[in-house]
T-cell receptor, first 117, second 112 residues
Framework: NAGVTQTPKFQVLKTGQSMTLQCAQD?????MYWYRQDPGMGLRLIYY???????DKGEVPNGYNVSRLNKREFSLRLESAAPSQTSVYFC????????????????FGEGSWLTVV | QKEVEQDPGPLSVPEGAIVSLNCTYS??????FMWYRQYSRKGPELLMY????GNKEDGRFTAQVDKSSKYISLFIRDSQPSDSATYLC????????????FGAGTRLTVKP
C-alpha cells in the first residue's frame, strides 16, 4: 500500500545544478501537487495538475518546471538550483477532476529534503 | 501580512489537557477549512475539514470556523502523548479549491 512515493528522499546540489524530483501515486487520483515547506512559512503550492496533460502555477512557481508524465506520475524540475530553493518538498494527490470540487482525501508523500549549497 | 496566520508555538501541555489551536486569515473568499497533523519527518495527514462556518466533531477533535471573525480553531480533548506533532491549518476558496493556503504550523508536545 504505497500511496504517494517521492524520490529521492535526500539530495544535496551545488548552485546552478539541475535535478528532477519524482512523484508517483498508485491510487488512481486525478489531481497531483507539489509543495515546498520552509520554517515559519508553512506549505506553499508550487504547481499542480488537475488532470493528466494539464498543469497550473501555484503560489511560488518561479524557478521550477513540472511534467505530468501520465496519470500516476508528476515530476518537479529545478533547472538551475539556487540556495533559496533549499527546502522540504512534498508531493500530494487527491481524486478531484476540477478546481471547484472538494476532496476530503488528500494524501501527501513523505517529503524530499533538498539542500542547495 | 500573510494570508493565513498561525502561532508557531511551541505548545507543551500535560497528558489529559484540552488543547486549543488557532488560525486567522485575511481572504474572505476562503470557504473550505482543514486541519492537518504532521509528525516529525513525515508528510501532513488530513485530520479534519469543514465547509463555511460552524463546528465539526470527530472523537476527541473539534473544529470550529467563525467566518465573521476570520478565525478557525481546533480543540483536542483528553490530549495524549501520541498527539504530539505539528498541526497545520489550511484553507481554500471555492473558485480555486486546488490552491490551498497553509498556516506555518503549531508544534504541540503532550507530556505523559
Amino acid at each position: 500500500n504505497a500511496g504517494v512515493t517521492q524520490t529521492p528522499k535526500f539530495q544535496v546540489l551545488k548552485t546552478g545544478q539541475s535535478m528532477t524530483l519524482q512523484c508517483a501515486q498508485d491510487m488512481n487520483h486525478n489531481s497531483m501537487y507539489w509543495y515546498r515547506q520552509d520554517p515559519g512559512m508553512g506549505l506553499r503550492l508550487i504547481y499542480y495538475s488537475a488532470s493528466e496533460g494539464t498543469t497550473d502555477k501555484g503560489e511560488v512557481p518561479n524557478g521550477y518546471n513540472v511534467s505530468r508524465l501520465n496519470k500516476r506520475e508528476f515530476s518537479l524540475r529545478l533547472e538551475s538550483a539556487a540556495p533559496s530553493q533549499t527546502s522540504v518538498y512534498f508531493c500530494a494527490s487527491d481524486p478531484r477532476t476540477g478546481n471547484r470540487q472538494w476532496a476530503n482525501t488528500i494524501y501527501f508523500g513523505e517529503g524530499s529534503w533538498l539542500t542547495v549549497v | 501580512q500573510k494570508e493565513v496566520e498561525q502561532d508557531p508555538g511551541p505548545l507543551s501541555v500535560p497528558e489529559g489537557a484540552i488543547v486549543s489551536l488557532n488560525c486567522t486569515y485575511s481572504n474572505s473568499a476562503f470557504q473550505y477549512f482543514m486541519w492537518y497533523r504532521q509528525y516529525s519527518r513525515k508528510g501532513p495527514e488530513l485530520l479534519m475539514y469543514t465547509y463555511s462556518s460552524g463546528n465539526k466533531e470527530d472523537g476527541r477533535f473539534t473544529a470550529q470556523v467563525d467566518k465573521s471573525s476570520k478565525y478557525i480553531s481546533l480543540f483536542i480533548r483528553d490530549s495524549q502523548p501520541s498527539d504530539s506533532a505539528t498541526y497545520l491549518c489550511a484553507m481554500s476558496a471555492l473558485s480555486n479549491n486546488n490552491d490551498m493556503r497553509f498556516g506555518a504550523g503549531t508544534r504541540l508536545t503532550v507530556k505523559p
